[in-house]
Structure formats: C-alpha cells, structure tokens
C-alpha cells in the first residue's frame, strides 16, 4: 500500500492535526529555558508563568493610561479595520465590474415604473432568463419592493427619513 492511500483514524488525524503545534510548545520550552538559564530577567522568551500572567492581565485589567481591556479594544479595532477593508473592496469590485460592463447597471426605479404592465413583465422575464444562464450578475436599483422580491436574490433595502421643507 501507497503512503497517500492511506486515511488516519480519527484518533490518529487529530494527532497527527496536534503534532506541529506540539512540536512548537516543546521547542519554545526549550528555547525559553535555555534563555532563562543564562539570564532569569530575560523578556524575550519568558517563562510560562509570566506569559499566563500577561494573557490574563491583557484580557482582564484596565490599561492605566486608556482605562480599557487592550485585548478586547484591540480585537475590537482589528474587526473595525477588516470590516471596513472587505466593504471598500467589494464596493470597488462592484464599481469596476460596472465600470467594465461584467456587471450591468440596471437601474429600474424610472424605466421599469414608466413601462405599461406587459411590457414590464417581459423586461422582468429577460431579466430572470439572463441571470439564469448564469451569464452575469446583475446589479439592480429599484424602489419597488415587490420588483426586488420578484428580481434580486440579495437584496439591500435603504430606508431613511427624508426631512423635505417642501413636502405637502
């Protein structure tokens, strides 16, 4: 039998899944020692004692001079930074794709709402039947809930009070 025919127990994958990260403790213990024993004040690879005691501090005492928990203020902002790298970049991949035509702009509020009832349900039918083919992806703005409903598979509903001195 070939080494690549062979599949592990679940035992023996979890083990061997275990194996490089128990390799790494046990070197990191060595390491640390061998420092240690030249120098006991050395903080480059600390003991296993003071690296317990500074997880625990990170993650439970207030910081003196921003009176925050930095592990959670630094997950905090590290979440903020990936949250708003991922929606810059899919708002810059929609805007290129339209830029470029692989994603069309169909903008149905004005066109789909003047169009008389027949004639709206074939522009609906074509449509569906090109985002069936699976040729591309459409990029649609409606103001008709139902037409979205009917139209989109994700749909992004933005509804905010318009303040209009005007208005009746």
Known sequence: MRALSIHPGRGAALALGALPFVLL?????????????????????????????SAVRLATEEDRRSGRVLLWADSGASLRRLALG??????????????IGLVPL?????????????????????????????????FLITHD????????????VLNHVR??????
Do not use: C
């Not at 213990?29 to 296993?48: E, G, T, W």
């Not at 991922?86 to 830029?99: D, P, R, S, T």
């Not at 903008?107 to 349900?121: C, E, K, S, T, V």
């Open 25 to 53: 403790v046990l070197a990191y213990l060595m390491a640390s020692s061998a420092r240690l024993a030249d120098n006991p004040r050395d903080k480059l690879l600390p003991s296993q004692p003071a690296l317990g005691a």
């Open 106 to 138: 169909v903008n149905a509020a004005p066109p789909f709402g003047a169009l008389d009832p027949g004639i709206r349900a074939d522009m609906h039918a074509l449509i569906l039947d090109v985002w069936r083919q699976g040729a591309m992806q459409i």
């Open 86 to 99: 991922v929606g810059v970049a899919a708002l810059l991949g929609i805007g290129f794709g339209i830029a």
């Open 145 to 156: 809930l139902q037409e979205g409903f009917a139209l989109g598979t994700r749909l992004l």
């Open 163 to 168: 303040e209009d001195p005007q208005a009746p």
